[in-house]
């Protein structure tokens, strides 16, 4: 008989990584810490905004300083591109995807995307020029689909477009999900950024999923028809539009302290995942594909992937070789 039995813990930090899954059988599985490991030297990892899995026993990850390292089976094994100024090189990562042997790499700061090849290591090729607007990036067959980046406020015009296709002729046109698909309600007077994670855009059985900062959505959006949909998540947002404060930092401090944020999401198998912070406390929350909530825990540590169905908490190390630890964390959901 089929129980949902595992996925994470968090701790709130943003040098931390970890990992939920789902297990089929009663009893939970002996699970083994594993370790990054780094013998060649590489420049000391900085804190972890971002990874992502492509396949077999490999992933890449992007530190603080925008550093991007492949991993094969645990172990550092080069830098891919090059941060810095130059053609063909990044200045941030802003997000990433992956596409085969190609890490496509969202450069908000030189406004256009740096594609990388996994395998060599090098440039590719350099794509737009104007990019600077956007936050997000999804690639699905030869066309790229940017989603713009959180500056938009309760003041922004209802016909603003949100989600754009840039496709391989360089034509970058809007899809039809404009800020008047959003609850203005929930909406900051000020742009507002959340946190130090890399956003992504995850396909799965080829539709892109997405969050909007402050939308409490997953938002779906399905290339072929080109139609998007959501479904929305559990949460009880203050609302913004009632209240009176100053347009300031401090004032945006207080609402978001009373928020429930989201932070990211997690499509497994049969279900999807979500991790938010409500009062600096982690939750963990699983759904069907169609929305339905199944179970919820809050004593849990931070997650930030997923792998082969489960998701894991990378902590720093005191090694010089065994730089960071793996730690796949099991979870009983209410």
Known sequence: ????????????????????????????????????????????????????????????????????????????????????????????????????????????????????????????????????????????????????????????????PLFYRLNSAGQLQPLNLTIGDLDRTQLFPIPVRLGRRIPQVKEKEGKLYFILPFSHKIWIYDPQTEDFSSFDLVNNPPDISERNFPTDTQGVSQLLSESELEMGFFPLENVIATLSLFELQPIVRIYSYDGNLIGEETDVKHVDFEERGRLYSLQATDSETEIYSIEPIDLRLN
């Open 1 to 160: 008989m089929t129980n949902l039995v595992t996925l994470l813990k968090l701790y709130l930090l943003s040098i931390l990584c970890s990992v939920v899954f789902i297990q089929t059988s009663v009893v939970a599985q002996e699970m083994e810490t594993r370790y990054i490991v780094d013998e060649e030297g590489y420049p000391p990892m900085s804190a972890i905004r971002g990874y992502a899995t492509i396949g077999g026993d490999s992933a890449v990850y992007v530190d603080n300083t925008h550093n991007i390292f492949l991993l094969i089976s645990d172990r550092r094994e080069k830098i891919i591109g090059q941060v810095g100024n130059g053609s063909c090189e990044h200045r941030s990562v802003t997000s990433f995807t992956v596409g085969g042997d190609t890490l496509f790499v969202l450069d908000s700061r030189s406004g256009r995307i740096v594609e990388y090849s996994i395998d060599r290591g090098d440039c590719v090729a350099e794509v737009g020029t104007e990019l600077s607007r956007f936050g997000q990036i999804g690639r699905h067959g030869d066309a790229f689909y940017l989603i713009k980046r959180g500056s938009y406020t309760s003041a922004s015009p209802s016909d603003e």
